[in-house]
C-alpha cells in the first residue's frame, strides 16, 4: 500500500481521488478493531496526538482521542479556556509549544477559515484541520464517504443530495469535493439565502425545491442548521424552514427502501429533521459515528508515516 505522502491533512479540496481512496481503504482494517474484544493495537506506541478545539466538539474531538488511545499513542486534549490563549498567546506560539514538548500530530478546530493551513505552515507536527470556519471538515466528509461506501458498496454513480445551510456548512463544502472526485452526481437543496454563488461551478446540481432534489437519491445527507453563524433573515422562520426543508417520515417514505439518510450531529430534532426520520432504518446517523473513529485511525496511520513501508496495521 502507498503511503499518504503528504505531511497535513487541510481539505478534501487538494486531495486526489486516489488520496482518498487510499484513506477509505485504510480504514477497513480499522474498523475491525471494533469486534475485538481488546479494542488496542500498537501501531501508534510512542507518538504523541494533541486536540487544539478552539470551539465547541464533542464527536470530532472524542473519536479523534479515541482513535489515538486504541494505537497506543498518546492522546491529550488542550482545553483553550483554561490554556495561555486567555492570556493573549497566539494560536501558533501555542501550537509551537505543543510540538515543543513532542507533538506528533496536533488537530485543530477553529472559527477562522485558513487557521488549519497558517498553523501548518509554522510547525514541523503534521496538522489535521477538524474544522475552520464555515470553510471545510475533512474528516467528517471522509467518514461519510466511508460509510457510504461501506453500506452501498461504491460511490462512483451514486445520486448524493445534501439538504439544508450551504451557505456556512464546512461539512457540505468538503462533502461536495469528495463526491464529486470519487464520480457521484451531487444535488445541493435549501433555501436560495443560504446558498453560496458559484456552487454550479464545483459541478453539483443546485435545486431549492426539497421534494424535487429527493427524486432519485440514493443518500440523503441533512446539514445542522447553524444558528450561531448566521445572520438573522435568512428565512422567515425555523417553523417555516422545517415545513419547506425538514426531512420527516413522509419524504423519508419517497425514497427508495435501500436508500441512506446521514447527518453529522448534531442534530435539531424537529427543525431539519424529525426523531421519527432519524430512527428510521435507513438511518445510518449512530454508524457515522463509529466509522468517524475508524477514517480517523487510517489518517493517524498515515500521516505518522504508516503504508510507505508496510501496508499493515497490527
Request: net charge neutral.
Amino acid at each position: 500500500m502507498p503511503g499518504l505522502h503528504r505531511k497535513d491533512l487541510l481539505g478534501l479540496k487538494d486531495l486526489t481521488a486516489e488520496e482518498i481512496t487510499l484513506i477509505l481503504d485504510t480504514a477497513e482494517p480499522c474498523r475491525e478493531i471494533f469486534a475485538r474484544e481488546l479494542r488496542k493495537m500498537p501501531t501508534l506506541r510512542g507518538k504523541t496526538v494533541v486536540t487544539l478545539f478552539f470551539e465547541p466538539s464533542t464527536r470530532t474531538r472524542t473519536s479523534f482521542e479515541v482513535a489515538a488511545k486504541w494505537m497506543s499513542a498518546d492522546a491529550i486534549n488542550i482545553t483553550v479556556a483554561t490554556s495561555s490563549v486567555v492570556k493573549g498567546e497566539s494560536f501558533v506560539d501555542t501550537a509551537k509549544t505543543i510540538e515543543a514538548v513532542g507533538a506528533d500530530v496536533i488537530i485543530i478546530r477553529h472559527a477562522m477559515a485558513g487557521a488549519p493551513a497558517l498553523l501548518a505552515k509554522s510547525v514541523k507536527a503534521a496538522v489535521i484541520n477538524a474544522g475552520d470556519g464555515a470553510h471545510e471538515h475533512p474528516t467528517q466528509a471522509l467518514l461519510d464517504l466511508y460509510s457510504i461506501r461501506r453500506h452501498k458498496g461504491r460511490i462512483a454513480g451514486l445520486n448524493v443530495t445534501i439538504v439544508g445551510d450551504i451557505l456556512h456548512s464546512r461539512v457540505a463544502k468538503s462533502n461536495i469535493w469528495g463526491l464529486t472526485k470519487l464520480g457521484a452526481h451531487v444535488t445541493v437543496v435549501g433555501p436560495p439565502t443560504l446558498m453560496p454563488p458559484g456552487l454550479e461551478e464545483l459541478g453539483v446540481r443546485v435545486c431549492y425545491n426539497l421534494d424535487e432534489a429527493l427524486e432519485g437519491a440514493d443518500v440523503v445527507n441533512v446539514l445542522r442548521i447553524q444558528l450561531e453563524r448566521q445572520k438573522k433573515g435568512l428565512f422567515p422562520s425555523i417553523k417555516e424552514y422545517s415545513r419547506l426543508y425538514g426531512i420527516n417520515k413522509a419524504r423519508l417514505d419517497r425514497l427508495a427502501p435501500d436508500a441512506l439518510l446521514m447527518h453529522p450531529g448534531p442534530a435539531n430534532l424537529g427543525v431539519e429533521i424529525t426523531e421519527e426520520a432519524a430512527e428510521d432504518p435507513r438511518s445510518v446517523i449512530v454508524d457515522q459515528v463509529s466509522n468517524g473513529v475508524a477514517v480517523r485511525m487510517a489518517l493517524l496511520y498515515l500521516l505518522t508515516g504508516g503504508g510507505r513501508e508496510d501496508g499493515l496495521l497490527h
